[in-house]
């Protein structure tokens, strides 16, 4: 089934220690994102691709990285984790900017302790 | 930027009855409305989608509709049943550019 895999679905990580998210579509869609999403505060972009080769800062990109090697790997670094990252992760993607919707993956669960 | 608020929170229907969701915005230049359904530990899947140039837009038992003056748009949930049980976000952007901001989502109960 054509999509969006996330690895790991979940994750417990020390403090301090880097991890990477890692995220791949299949339907060559230009545009990928990353989500986080947390309790009351809906979903937050966090980077953004508008297409391999490219990235941008969404709304709360600090603590984070991301590249974009090519169309379909898309993945999240976090290079010193802290509690306030425990959240859960989405990565979605859409043909390109603009009146499309997202197509998410399955999310990873984080817990920084 | 832009802020979306959704309301209710929560939501319970008996099987059956309708459920409605609103949201408002504040950008007037938001001109792009997606709902989202997210089941328990899986990811949001787009159900339905509006454009602004559109007011009302159905597909089966769900229908969106959008009041462009007020910057309210609202989904509609006809004849529902338990598998409707979800929670659901709205979203608006200005169908340029990568931000999509979100609802804070309503987790939608159908009672059997």
């Known amino acids: 089934t054509a999509g969006i895999t996330q690895a790991p679905t979940s994750q417990i990580l020390a403090a301090g220690r880097s991890m990477t998210l890692r995220c791949t579509q299949d339907m060559r869609h230009n545009a990928m994102y990353w989500y986080r999403q947390d309790l009351g505060l809906g979903l937050r972009l966090i980077h953004y691709s508008n297409t391999a080769g490219t990235t941008g800062k969404g709304e709360v990109p600090d603590g984070y990285s991301v590249s974009r090697a090519n169309t379909d790997d898309f993945p999240l670094t976090l290079a010193s984790a802290v509690p306030s990252q425990t959240s859960v992760y989405f990565c979605?993607?859409?043909?390109?900017?603009?009146?499309?919707?997202?197509?998410f993956g399955s999310g990873t669960r984080l817990t920084v302790v | 930027g832009e802020n979306v608020e959704q309301h209710p929170s929560t939501l319970s229907v008996q099987e059956g009855d309708s459920a409605v969701i609103k949201c408002t915005y504040s950008d007037s230049a938001s001109n792009y409305f997606p709902w989202y359904k997210q089941e328990l530990g899986k990811g949001p899947q787009l159900i339905i989608d509006i454009r602004s140039n559109v007011g009302e837009k159905k597909d089966q038992r769900i229908a969106v509709t959008l009041n462009k003056t007020a910057k309210h748009f609202s989904l509609h949930i006809t004849e529902t049943q338990p598998e409707d049980s979800a929670v659901y976000f709205c979203?608006?952007?200005?169908?340029?550019?990568?931000?999509?901001?979100f609802g804070t989502g309503t987790s939608l109960t159908v009672i059997p």
């Open positions: 979605a993607s859409s043909p390109g900017t603009g009146v499309y919707g997202y197509t």
């Open positions: 979203a608006a952007s200005r169908g340029t550019g990568n931000q999509f901001y």
